[in-house]
């Protein structure tokens, strides 16, 4: 069983910043790809960033309405993602999601995960 778990949410203002932290625990072999998802009210959940392993290196993306004001980082040894959000907007205003790709045997398959969702609320 895997549990992922999600901080930082909250109220804040127009311009200001938040991070949101979100930590994987239980039976984990590895975790490829982590990131954060969003939904709004009366709109689909989408992604705002992604981070994935690559070895020595990772790589991320990011939406295109979110580049250059959020930032996604990965602590591998505490299996934990973080999203910087700089300079928020109202329209950021959302719940948002943590999702994991993860591996739980020594097998090529992996599950994907989701987190209970933190609420961002952005004020004008």
């Known amino acids: 069983q895997v549990q992922l778990v999600e901080s930082g949410g909250g109220l804040v203002q127009a311009g200001g910043s938040l991070r949101l932290s979100c930590a994987a625990s239980?039976?984990?072999?590895?975790?490829?790809?982590m990131g954060w998802y969003r939904q709004a009210p009366g709109k689909q959940r989408e992604l705002v960033a992604r981070i994935t392993s690559g070895g020595s290196t990772n790589y991320t993306n990011y939406a295109d309405s979110v580049k250059g004001r959020f930032t996604v980082s990965r602590d591998n040894a505490n299996n934990t993602v973080y999203l910087q959000m700089n300079s928020l907007k109202p329209e950021d205003t959302a719940v948002y999601y943590c999702?994991?790709?993860?591996?739980?045997?020594?097998?090529?398959?992996?599950?994907?995960?989701w987190g209970q969702g933190t609420q961002v609320t952005v004020s004008s």
């Open positions: 999702n994991s790709r993860i591996r739980t045997g020594p097998t090529p398959y992996e599950y994907i995960y």
């Open positions: 239980g039976s984990i072999f590895s975790i490829n790809a």
